[in-house]
């Protein structure tokens, strides 16, 4: 039950229950549950207590440092140099 434990952990981070019967946390168990969605009402609900989302998709991307696998052999292979000695 999928739809159970997103409503829990909308708890968790701070959600009281809804109005909205469409919402995840309306506060009993409807079959629009079956199929997780989040309605506009709990989005507008964890907004209000954690802020609207300000970093675009994309930029994520090019703020991670991309290390190479070049690396890593080489580092790997000084090791051995050294454990063999």
Do not use: C
């Not at 309605?39 to 802020?51: H, L, R, S």
């Amino acid at each position: 039950m999928i739809s159970v434990a997103a409503h829990e952990l909308g708890h968790s981070l701070g959600l009281g229950h809804s109005s909205v019967p469409t919402a995840i946390m309306y506060p009993y168990y409807t079959r629009t549950w079956e199929k997780v969605k989040l309605d506009p009402d709990d989005i507008a609900g964890i907004q209000q207590i954690y802020g609207k989302h300000t970093i675009q998709t994309n930029d994520i991307f090019y703020s991670i440092e991309i290390k190479t696998l070049s690396k890593l052999k080489t580092t790997v292979y000084d090791i051995k140099k050294l454990l063999v000695r």
